[in-house]
């Protein structure tokens, strides 16, 4: 057989530019309409009626068309485009997976994918070719056509090097050496690199779970990952980067200083070996400074244990290490040590006096908004609104006018005494936000602080994609925020589901937007799926459809968000989901109207489109509230 890998990319390649068409079970022929009656009759399930228009275009157009091993087929059968043979030159009439397991000599897993264009490439299913330089060219299906995608997008399993008796390559086809430090490590990666890691992580107590040092990067290894980065003073992200490995070349370089003490007499520890333990006070300010006029880093709880950094300032507090910085905590509350001091259960204010500081919270008891500044005086700066009820921990200060001091998204702000008062105990824990985000949110902005986010919300729920009908790209595709979203909640431990927005009227299509949705949010682990049912066009068999194909990959929780207007077209349908997410707005004033709660039952009420949460600079956002019988940590439950 006369044909090389280069003859390969070549094919596929024009397939890309002349937009070649998909149509199942067929293999590079020109559409027609005795093939299409032809294929209707062999697949009925496929060539539906709502797809007849577009597949009369395809006749119309003399476009050519094939599915995703039948381009490949066609490749050979079509004597690389010079004739259409069934069979040509002896290349069998087989599926992906069969063309993968059988026509290659050999295959490695998707991450040694060796630069060599013209292998194939695999999940279970599909087939595609890799054309070099990180891009494949594909038949993906119906609503997309032969396209030219990203490797690193898709959900490739592994790569495929055609038998020499179908194909010769111009080049050596090795896998890719992946060694210890090459690439960053991270949730679902797999490899010989990632063994190491967890034979290292494993060997300094850190369990990777019951499997062990198996070479896949699971939630056990990410955990695994975040407590090592913690106990280092690393950015607690679960991924394995540049800095981490530094920090694993450092463990590992053999100390050659000989005693750490110097005086081998076994005499006072060194700093490391002490530490800093909250005795006194429920909630303990940790701060930039020795002083109580530093920025507060965060607070920490009695019986919280800290590394002492090696330094007691001249009025007694002590360094420690916090997360990767250093901070400062009153030795007032505290006790150094050479092990951690247990948590004696006694009386949380230390000597049964005033409370401390830390023990009591400035709530506002008049007027409906009052502005927080950076200053005790109006002509400081607004750092931002407090509203009626709220509450927030004192900070230990108050102004000679009276003014408070208070703990505010993570700074020191200052609030009217006119309009709060200073109580006793510990602020109750704030009501977080429920808040669903696209890239409409700007959420690749640098003005958002997902690290404050993280304090301000229960969960978020991020739209992973939605079909276009009337903007590019046409049909089924991604949110252009989606990856980096996820990315950002993960590296800061915000809770989080998926959505996306439907828009087909054929159930076949429905299933291809749920395989898509699988695809691209399920290497995040979201905690749920959610179908956007806001598209009069849907029908309802689209929307069960779309529940049905998302459990069959392996969805545990899914979820209909369907708009007020449309809840009556679509009830049948709710049974299929495990909860119901409604908007209904009223004015929409930012707030939640209780005369304008939804008439039909659900579990989340979406009551605003232009909210506001600390973290995201956009002031246009949908914000929730839950209002059926499940609770909160039915949400978060995995």
Known sequence: MPYTNTDLVAFVQNAYSIKARYWYGTYWLKATSSLYNSKKGQYPSQYTSSRAAQYQKDIADGKMVADCS??????????????????????????????ISSCCSKTGSINTLPEVPGLLLWHDGHIGVYIGGGYAIEARGFSYG????????????????MSSKYLTYDQSVDPTPIEFGDRPLEYGDEGDDVKQLQTLLIGWNYSCGKWGADGDFGSATESAVVAWQHANGLPETGVVDDDDYAKIDELLTPDEG????????????????????????????IRTAPNTGASVLGIAKKGDTFEYAGETAENG??????????????????TLSDAAVPDDGGNDSGDGGDPEPEDQHVEVTSGSTVNVRS?????????????????????????????????????????????????????PEAEKAIVDLDSYSDLKSDKNDWGKLAQSVNFVILRCGVTRTSSQPMGIGSDPDFTYACQRCIEHGIPFGVYYYGHVNDPDDAREEADFTWEIASPFAPLFYVYDVEEASLTPACVTAWADQIRAHGAKKAGIYVAHNLYTQFQSTVGS?????????GQNTGEYEPKYAPAYPCDLHQYTSVGQVPGIADDTLD?????????????LEA
Do not use: C
Not at 74 to 91: A, C, H, L, R
Not at 277 to 283: L, Y
Not at 395 to 417: K, V
């Open 375 to 427: 200053q005790p005086n109006t002509d400081a700066k607004v750092l931002g609104v407090a509203k009626l009820g709220d509450a927030y921990p004192y900070a230990g200060e108050t102004a000679e006018n009276g003014w408070f001091s208070i703990l505010y998204q993570g700074n020191t702000g200052w609030i009217s005494n006119k309009y709060t008062t200073l109580e006793d105990g510990p602020a």
């Open 577 to 585: 989901y495990d909860f119901v997410w409604i908007p209904r707005y």
């Open 146 to 161: 032969v396209v030219k995608t990203n490797v690193k997008d898709r959900s490739w399993e592994k790569w495929g090097q």
């Open 258 to 285: 000989g005693d750490d003490d110097g005086d081998g007499d076994g005499g006072d520890p060194e700093p490391n070996e002490q530490y800093v333990t909250v005795t006194s006070g429920s909630a303990v300010n």
């Open 623 to 635: 914000l929730n509230r839950l209002t059926g019988s499940k609770p909160l940590s039915w949400f």
């Open 70 to 99: 039948g381009l490949i087929k066609g490749f050979f059968w079509s004597k690389n485009n010079t004739q259409t043979s069934k069979y040509g030159d002896g290349f069998p009439d087989v599926s992906a997976n069969q063309m």
């Open 317 to 334: 507090w002590f360094s420690i290490l916090y997360h990767a910085d250093t901070g400062w905590i009153s030795s007032k509350y505290t």
